[in-house]
């Protein structure tokens, strides 16, 4: 059984940083690219970050291009997501999924149950 399980949300002041962390478990990670996505109160899901199995080709949304850095380690299971500069608008339940790599949610096969970032001005 496939788990995803993301820790490291938090309060943080705006310009302030925060990792978060998604460990896998029921699977072989490296066999699977990763995302995160985030859903603010009251708005749609929306697409973060993206990383491909071996690291190598990454996107990311532009409202955090420059921002933010996905990163993954295959050894332990992990996809990372590094955020600096945070905004009030980044205010949001961040979640990480996996079995694709674009901003398509619906490619995604598993999710984790999110973590709650909030950024306060």
């Known amino acids: 059984q496939v788990q995803l399980v993301e820790s490291g949300g938090g309060l943080v002041q705006a310009g302030g940083s925060l990792r978060l962390s998604c460990a896998a478990s029921?699977?072989?990670?490296?066999?699977?690219?990763a995302g995160w996505f985030r859903r603010a109160p009251g708005a749609e899901r929306e697409f973060v970050a993206a990383i491909s199995w071996s690291g190598g080709r990454i996107s990311y949304a532009d409202s955090v291009k420059g921002r933010f850095t996905i990163s993954r380690d295959n050894a332990k299971n992990t996809v990372s997501l590094q955020m600096n500069t945070l905004k009030p608008e980044d205010t949001a339940v961040y979640y990480c999924a996996a079995g694709a790599a674009t901003s398509r949610a619906t490619a995604y096969e598993y999710w984790g149950q999110g973590t709650q970032v909030t950024v306060s001005s």
């Open positions: 029921g699977v072989t990670f490296s066999n699977y690219r």
